[in-house]
């Protein structure tokens, strides 16, 4: 049996947000900032949910947290303008 959120053979941890990880750490913003070699601003506007962080930053977030981008949980995704009939004018 296969269970949502588990790959055949392997186990896969759950999903967390950023914030639970540095929390369970103990890394606060400027530590990651340091781990990720990422701008202190654009890690504290991401984990105070201000921000999405790009693919590249979401790379080096979750390399320096042990983890690929497709193990954290990163909040909601901002609607894509192209979807039901949205467009610029």
Do not use: F
């Not at 390399?63 to 497709?70: F, I, V």
């Amino acid at each position: 049996m296969l269970v949502v959120g588990e790959a055949k053979g392997a186990t896969m941890a759950a999903t967390r947000t950023v914030q639970e990880i540095c929390l369970e750490r103990g890394i606060d913003a400027r530590r990651l900032a340091e781990l990720a070699g990422v701008d202190g601003r654009r890690v504290a506007d991401v984990l105070l949910g201000h921000r999405s962080p790009s693919p590249e930053e979401r790379d080096a977030i979750a390399g320096s947290l042990g983890r690929t981008r497709d193990q954290i949980d990163w909040g909601p995704k901002p609607p894509d303008p192209h979807v039901n009939g949205s467009s610029p004018s």
